[in-house]
């Protein structure tokens, strides 16, 4: 058994009819982290929680979850939680209700089971006796977070979690998946939020049309040799300007969103030219007010790869 990885999956394939939703898919998630996933709408990120969470069987390959191999039965398998399509909860119960209800049905006694920890730990608990039928989109999703919590899951499997949470709602968030990953658990989330899975995953994997395009360590994608946009605003824009296109390997690129503010530079470069400007910009008593990629390295990666993925399947 191979207790690092919470899950291994080897050129998993699913099909709908004639959809292949998930085309020789391979997957590592390593325990007690946080793993996202994410691609354009219909790459296959919730067939593939859904693989994760024994809601359907792969047509081909190979799964291992928590160190067993799934074969072709449905069921969530031991040590695994989480939804996917929104968490199934009964309206007419309140928050508090719905938890022990749940833990009943596992055979637990609902007063020791962590039942107030875990509304706690989401933030319901002012809302505890209130029914899950007012909820929001938000709370429904964190009483769902709350009910997978109880379980004490090895794996935590979340699409979108994020959906509808307010700024508060989010940090709740954020912290229990980042407690629950600090105490050895793995969590596989998706997202569309780009600077969600930047402020939460160690690990990403890109899907596009069913295909990993890139699976790895979040660092990776930023190191990776890509150029990117970035935001330069300095204290005299005309000497920055000069410098910039002096330096070899910039190039200076017309931003529609920032086409009236004569004051910032976008300039398209890979980092190592970029620290020579920011060298001679400062040398030449210029200082820098600011300097930011227009957008994260992770979404350019994104936008890049899942470009190439639909150019190459034209
Ligand atoms: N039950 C199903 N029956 C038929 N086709 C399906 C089914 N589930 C998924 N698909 C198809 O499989 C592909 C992958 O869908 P999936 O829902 O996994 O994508 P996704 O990445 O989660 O998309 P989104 O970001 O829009 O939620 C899509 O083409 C979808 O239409």
Redesign the pocket.
């Known amino acids: 058994m191979d207790t690092l990885h919470a899950v291994r999956a080897r050129a998993v394939t699913k099909c709908?009819?004639d959809?292949v939703?998930l085309d020789a898919v391979d997957l590592d998630v390593t325990q007690g982290r946080i793993h996202g996933l994410v691609?354009?709408?219909?790459?296959?990120?919730?067939?593939?929680l859904?693989l994760l969470l024994g809601l359907a069987v792969a047509d081909a390959g190979g799964l291992e979850i928590l160190g067993m191999s799934v074969g072709r039965a449905f069921g969530v398998p031991d040590g695994v939680a989480g939804f996917v399509d929104g968490p199934g909860l009964y309206p007419s119960l309140t928050a508090r209700q719905n938890l022990a209800a749940l833990a009943r049905l596992r055979g637990e006694d609902p007063r020791t089971a962590g039942v107030d920890e875990a509304l706690d730990q989401v933030g319901l608990t002012d809302v505890a006796d209130d029914r899950a039928r007012g909820f929001s989109l938000g709370m429904r999703q964190r009483l769902g977070l709350a009910a997978a919590l109880l379980t004490r899951p090895r794996l935590l499997v979340l699409?979108?979690p994020a959906n509808g949470l307010d700024p508060a709602g989010k940090r709740h968030v954020h912290g229990v998946l980042a407690r629950l990953a600090a105490d050895g658990t793995a969590v596989v989330l998706?997202s569309?939020r780009m600077d969600d899975l930047e402020a939460l995953c160690s690990e990403v994997t890109i899907?596009a049309t069913?295909r990993v395009v890139f699976s790895g360590p979040l660092a990776k994608l930023a190191a990776e040799n890509r150029e990117l946009d970035y935001r330069l605003r300095t204290s005299d824009p005309q000497a920055a300007r000069r410098l910039a296109a002096e330096t070899a390997g910039i190039r200076i690129v017309d931003d529609p969103g920032t086409r009236q503010d004569t004051e910032t530079l976008v300039l398209r470069t890979l980092v190592p030219a970029l620290d020579e400007l920011v060298a001679a910009v400062v040398r030449s008593g210029v200082a820098v007010r600011e300097l930011a990629p227009v957008v994260s390295p992770l979404e350019a990666a994104f936008l890049a790869l899942t470009d190439q993925r639909e150019e190459a399947g034209r």
């Open positions: 709908f009819g959809v939703a691609g354009p709408n219909g790459a296959g990120k919730t067939t593939l859904g699409d979108e998706s569309h899907l069913g």
